[in-house]
């Protein structure tokens, strides 16, 4: 199966374009996405323009089409057979949808890109930092010993944070940085899914500051 479909293909570029238009888009380290090959992007949430934002931006300088877990109920939406068509994996919260989870593993194991977001949802206060990484995380990466590589998002909750849109309430054109840093090795053998997600939390932090201090906003 071929990565970038059709709907990547067309899609990925304007979304990206459209999105440089709408923020001063400061994009930093995509070369340590491979442009072949299994890999996990790990992000920081903060706002329901992160997916999109990674996967334009992973898809127009990348040539990557990542899988991202999508609440289950977003895919009964108008824009839901995009999803589809994308190739997007429906996850029912709070449920331990392991079916979902083992599709993101099928997934990596055939050489895709997973989009994860460890938090598990949008946080409600970006400014107390990152939310406790979920299990789910631990999970995906364990089985696959696939690089995985933390992002660091900012300044898209200025638009969009997790009560919704904010209409005419923010300056025109806010920054918005996407930092990747260099991959970190997978859990290893032994390492408990705690230590994992201790060891990920830290490594997000770096990326996550980058960004901050990029848009101008460091804690």
């Known amino acids: 199966m071929r990565e970038m479909n059709w709907i990547w293909k067309v899609g990925a570029r304007p979304v990206y374009e459209a999105l440089k238009i709408a923020f001063r888009l400061h994009v930093e380290g995509v070369t340590h996405v491979p442009r072949r090959g299994p890999a996990i992007l790990a992000c920081n949430h903060i706002s329901v323009l992160d997916g999109p934002l990674v996967a334009s931006i992973m898809g127009s300088t990348r040539h990557r089409a990542p899988h991202f877990l999508i609440a289950s109920e977003v895919f009964d939406l ?3 057979w995009i999803l589809r068509q994308a190739r997007q994996i429906p996850i029912y919260r709070g449920t331990g949808d392991e079916n979902a989870l083992d599709a993101v593993v099928d997934a990596v194991r ?74 970190i090795a997978p859990p290893h053998t032994g390492e408990s899914g705690l230590s994992f997600r201790l060891r990920l939390r830290q490594a997000m932090a770096v990326p996550l500051l980058r960004a901050q201090t990029i848009v101008g906003d460091p804690p």
Not at 169 to 174: A, E, K, Q, V, Y
């Open 78 to 80: 108008r824009w839901g």
């Open 110 to 183: 055939a050489g895709g890109v997973a989009g994860i977001f460890p938090e598990g949802r949008v946080s409600d206060d970006p400014s107390v930092g990152t939310q406790r990484l979920r299990s789910g995380i631990s999970r995906v990466a364990t089985p696959l010993g696939a690089p995985v590589i933390p992002m660091g998002i900012w300044g898209t909750q200025v638009p969009w944070p997790r009560e919704g849109f904010r209409a005419g309430s923010h300056r025109w054109r806010p920054k918005v940085a996407v930092v990747v840093a260099e991959p």
